[in-house]
RNA sequence: CGGGGUGUGGCGCAGCGGCUAGCGCGCAUGGUUUGGGACCAUGAGGUCGGUGGUUCAAAUCCACUCACCCCGACCA
């Protein structure tokens, strides 16, 4: 490609509106733009990455056995009430109405669509495992779409929905897509690492996300600094340390003037705060509960939602309170009616709590779990942190964050049940598929692919999906030896299968470095009067400091045994 | 949705009651240059997000509205 036609230019300066690394890099360098909020279009170069990407992941999904098929973004929402997940995705759903009045959603996600369609093509366990997968478009209007492509509105996604007969089966299909997924980051030079997660509104049990270490991400990885565990801070889990069992007192009141939080409380009565109840409110779909832990740990509100099986949970505000008999800051369990209240376990390791009077300025001593409160559920309910113990080895959990690059879930056969993907087993016996679906967000790869690999002059694309290979770097145009030599190595570079970006723009030295750093090309290729005089042209990595003389005659095979090494070609 | 912020040529910004709306980058033409974002000359390009109001006069003040960004609840 020459970049004298390339469209889309660099920008010495970021649009104001990009504020995150990789949206600025990918902006400034011509590679996507902004069209609205969470809608990008991909320029050439940034297509180029994209359809890289795609490919290692087409690749790596045919190898484990999937099936390439195309459904339609337009759904009609009548599948999704059928599974009951339009209210799961909430306002996340983009619903349209068509000219005759009938509701369409614009998938977000398409297990609805799969499971009818397995529903009308198969009718055997003879036909199964299957696994379906297209790479396409998705929509979800997300609240918040933000740092450019990591978090959009439409997205290209690769969603593979696996079948198959029984739950041994799915453990299989599960594990041929972990494979296939650690082999797609590994070839795409990105090390993902893999995490117990949470399934959100996806529905199902076991769930993991690749994670890709980046400070910034959005995500909070616990992992153990001792044995494998890693786990998406929603999901972590961690030994609760028991308190020394003590006998029961009797409760008693005591005044606690303006003393609310669990800290203060501590350092009032001088206790530990495990010796403390913690009693926080929330409005789980609109209804009040009260969420109960020991005062030394943290509701994690995810666990909440799913213990409480509720879509939206948020704190409650002073009017959700009214009329529970709840005291803001000295809340209680303890002789409250109508409210709905959750705890979690760690409640039961430990005796003689400390917990609210549910009256001004008051506390009471010595609350017992059950003997003075009962709850409604109790569960793990508690927010992993680091310096917590592993909950597989004890050893000490640690912290890092990360940028979620793939999920996959084991469904089960809540979906096949209800959109009656059903088969009949060797005895002849009617029975759901047992599901697993398994995403990659590519714009979102590609994005954490530069929130990982920049300098403070751009991107440093790994080799197998930077846009181009070798950035081929004429100076001194004017010169007629130089443009002849540059031509002619583009021409043998072309004709050799290897990309070249041939920079043959008549701009001075300082502009095509800095574009050719901006751009990210792994290697450079200088030709000038000054590497002609000794019949050789200069070589140098994007990531490396020092250059090297190659001869003239050489620099063809060596390009293209330097890129085979590295793996490309 | 709650809180904060920004809308002025393609990009980054200044102007915040006064006359013909500026600056840098980029773009066009010509010339001189050029191993890490060169210089000179000439030039093109703007309904100042929108609507309504106040005023002799509005980019500037007021109201409403739209868009976008950031921080929180959601996810590939």
Not at 48 to 69: N, P, T
Not at 107 to 132: I, N
Not at 262 to 283: E, G, H, M
Not at 364 to 369: H, I, P, Q, S
């Amino acid at each position: 490609m020459r970049f004298s036609k390339l469209f889309g230019k660099t920008l010495r300066q970021a649009p104001a509106d990009a504020e995150g690394l990789s949206h600025q890099l990918l902006a400034r360098a011509g590679m996507i733009a902004q069209v609205s909020a969470g809608v990008y279009s991909y320029l050439p170069l940034g297509w180029r990455v994209l359809r890289k990407i795609e490919r290692i992941i087409r690749e790596e999904m045919d190898r484990a056995g999937g099936q390439e098929l195309m459904m339609p973004s337009l759904q009609p929402l009548e599948l999704w009430e059928a599974t009951g997940r339009r209210q799961a995705f909430g306002k996340t759903l983009f619903v349209l109405r068509d000219r005759r009045e009938h509701d369409l959603a614009l998938g977000p996600t398409h297990e609805e669509v799969v499971t009818d369609l397995v529903h009308r093509y198969v009718q055997s366990y003879r036909e199964l495992p299957l696994l379906l997968y297209q790479i396409q478009n998705k929509f979800r209007d997300e609240p918040r779409p933000r740092g450019g492509l990591l978090r959009v509105r439409e997205f290209i996604m690769k969603d593979l929905y696996s079948f198959d007969v029984d739950e041994a089966g799915l453990e299989q299909s599960y594990q041929k897509m972990v494979s296939a997924y650690q082999n797609i980051y590994r070839r795409c030079g990105l090390p993902a690492v893999k995490v117990e997660a949470d399934s959100g509104a996806i529905g199902g049990k076991d769930s993991h996300e690749f994670m890709l270490l980046a400070e910034t991400g959005e995500d909070e990885i616990i992992h153990c600094r001792g044995c494998t565990y890693a786990a998406n801070a929603e999901k972590a889990e961690f030994r609760k340390a028991p308190l020394p069992p003590e006998e029961p007192l009797p409760v008693e009141e005591v005044s606690t003037p303006g003393v609310t939080a669990i800290a203060d409380l501590a350092r009032f009565l001088d206790i530990s705060p495990s010796k403390t109840l913690k009693a926080v409110f929330y409005a789980a779909d609109s209804t009040p509960a009260l969420v109960l832990i020991r005062g030394d740990l943290d509701v994690n509100e995810t666990k909440v939602r799913n213990l409480l099986k509720c879509n939206e949970l948020r704190m409650a505000t002073e009017a959700d309170l009214k009329g529970t008999g709840i005291v803001a800051g000295f809340a209680s369990p303890v002789g409250l009616k109508g409210v709905k209240a959750v705890a979690d376990d760690s409640i039961c390791l430990g005796s003689n709590l400390v917990a609210g009077a549910n009256r001004p300025d008051t506390h009471l001593k010595n609350v017992n779990y059950p003997r003075d409160f009962k709850v409604d559920v109790i569960g793990d309910i508690a927010q992993a942190r680091a310096g917590h113990q592993c909950p597989r080895c004890g050893d000490a959990l640690i912290s890092a964050r990360g940028i979620e690059v793939g999920h996959v879930f084991k469904l089960g056969t809540f979906l096949s049940e209800k959109l009656g993907a059903m088969f009949l087993d060797e005895n002849g016996v009617s029975r759901p598929a047992v599901m697993g679906c398994y995403g990659i967000g590519l714009g979102r790869l590609l994005a954490a692919a530069v929130e990982q690999n920049h300098d403070d002059k751009g991107i440093t694309w790994p080799i197998p999906i930077a846009p181009y290979h070798i950035y081929l770097c004429p100076l001194y145009t004017d010169n007629p030896d130089v443009t002849a030599v540059a031509d002619d190595l583009y021409s043998g570079l072309t004709n050799e299968g290897l990309e070249v970006l041939f920079d043959d723009r008549d701009e001075s030295p300082g502009v095509k470095f800095n574009d050719a750093d901006l751009l990210g090309i792994p290697l450079r290729t200088t030709v000038s009067p000054r590497t002609l005089k000794s019949k050789s042209v200069e070589l140098k990595w994007r990531t490396r400091k020092e250059t090297e003389l190659v001869p003239l005659d050489e620099v063809v095979t060596r390009l293209k045994d330097t890129l085979h090494k590295a793996g490309q070609c």
